[in-house]
C-alpha cells in the first residue's frame, strides 16, 4: 500500500519538469535561432546577386562603346555590391541578330574569370537562342552573366536527416537593349560591320 502511495505521488509530482523541458527545447532553440541566419543571408545574397547583375546591365545599356578597362571595372561595382560573397565571377557579352542568315553576330564577349566563364565565340554564342529573346534585324543586346558563390556561416543540416544549407553558387543572366544607341561595342576588338 506504501509502494503504491509512493509511486501515485512520484508519478504526480510535477517539481522540475520546467528545467526537463528547457533542457530539451534549447538546443532546437538555439540550432533555430542559428539557422534563421543563415536563411536570412542566403536570400541577402540572392537579391543582392541579382540586384548587382541588373545595375551593371543598366551600366551597360547606357555605353555605346567601352574599353576592356571599363568592362573589367564593373567586375569591381559586381565585388563591391556583394560584399562578403565567398567569390564572384562576370561576363559580358553584346550580340547582334542577323534575321537572314538566323543567327548572332558576336560584337563582343569579355569575361573577368576566363578560365572559370570563358568568353563567348561566334560559335558558342549561337545556343543562346533559347534564353535571348526574339530580335528583329540588327537588333542586339548586352548579357550579363554573373556568379556568385555562397558559403553558409554554420551547418544547419539536423544529425544527418536534413541537409541544411549547402555551399553554392547563385547564376544570374540578364538581357538588356542598347538605351540610347543601335549597339554596344568594344574598341578591342572593334565591332565588325553590319551584314
Not at 24 to 47: E, G, K, S
Amino acid at each position: 500500500m506504501m509502494v503504491e502511495r509512493n509511486l501515485k505521488n512520484f508519478w504526480q509530482d510535477e517539481s522540475g519538469v520546467l528545467l526537463a523541458e528547457a533542457l530539451i527545447m534549447l538546443p532546437l532553440l538555439i540550432w533555430a535561432f542559428l539557422a534563421l541566419f543563415v536563411y536570412w543571408d542566403l536570400f541577402r545574397t540572392i537579391n543582392t546577386s541579382q540586384k548587382a547583375a541588373y545595375s551593371i546591365a543598366d551600366l551597360m545599356s547606357r555605353q555605346a562603346v567601352v574599353t576592356p578597362t571599363y568592362v573589367d571595372g564593373m567586375k569591381n561595382v559586381l565585388d563591391f555590391l556583394t560584399m562578403g560573397s565567398a567569390g564572384s565571377r562576370m561576363r559580358i557579352t553584346s550580340i547582334q541578330y542577323d534575321q537572314p542568315n538566323n543567327r548572332y553576330l558576336l560584337l563582343f564577349s569579355h569575361s573577368s574569370s576566363p578560365t572559370k566563364m570563358p568568353a563567348y565565340t561566334q560559335t558558342s554564342v549561337q545556343p543562346l537562342k533559347t534564353r535571348v529573346p526574339n530580335m528583329s534585324h540588327l537588333d542586339s543586346v548586352v548579357i550579363v552573366e554573373t556568379e556568385v558563390d555562397y558559403i553558409p556561416g554554420f551547418n544547419t543540416g539536423v544529425m544527418n536527416v536534413g541537409t541544411g544549407v549547402s555551399p553554392q553558387t547563385f547564376q544570374q543572366f540578364i538581357v538588356t537593349r542598347p538605351r540610347f544607341y543601335r549597339r554596344i561595342c568594344m574598341t578591342i576588338p572593334a565591332c565588325p560591320p553590319d551584314p
